[in-house]
Nanobody, 129 residues
Framework: EAQLVESGGGLVQAAGSLRLSCSAS????????ICWFRQAPGKEREGVSCGSGSGNSADYTASVKGRFTIYRDNTKNTVSLQMDHLKPEDRAVYYC??????????????????????WGQGTQVTVSS
């Protein structure tokens, strides 16, 4: 059974850092892009960052560029999202998702248009001002 499990969420003060992790099992990890989405209360889900299966391509939504970094370790079937300089508006439930998204789509910034096959249960990130 395919599974994604997020961890690392919590409460942090503004300007602080958190590192989220997404651990995968039950599918061929290298074949899938792993992307991070978030959903804040009362708002639609938005794409945050995406990394290709090879780990060679990555993209970020504009609001997190320069603050968030996605890392991928195909030997451990994990993807991490390092979040620095957090802002109160980063508060949301963060989800990782696996999808058959080509690297060119990630490079072009259109990875949010794809369907994702597997989703994690989400991890809460709260940033206090």
């Amino acid at each position: 059974e395919a599974q994604l499990v997020e961890s690392g969420g919590g409460l942090v003060q503004a300007a602080g850092s958190l590192r989220l992790s997404c651990s995968a099992s039950g599918f061929t990890f290298d074949d899938y892009a792993i992307c991070w989405f978030r959903q804040a209360p009362g708002k639609e889900r938005e794409g945050v960052s995406c990394g290709s299966g090879s780990g060679n391509s990555a993209d970020y939504t504009a609001s997190v560029k320069g603050r968030f970094t996605i890392y991928r370790d195909n030997t451990k079937n994990t993807v991490s999202l390092q979040m620095d300089h957090l802002k109160p508006e980063d508060r949301a439930v963060y989800y990782c998702a696996a999808g058959d998204v080509p690297a060119r789509a990630i490079h072009a910034g259109i990875w949010t248009r794809y369907e994702y096959d597997y989703w994690g249960q989400g991890t809460q990130v709260t940033v206090s001002s």
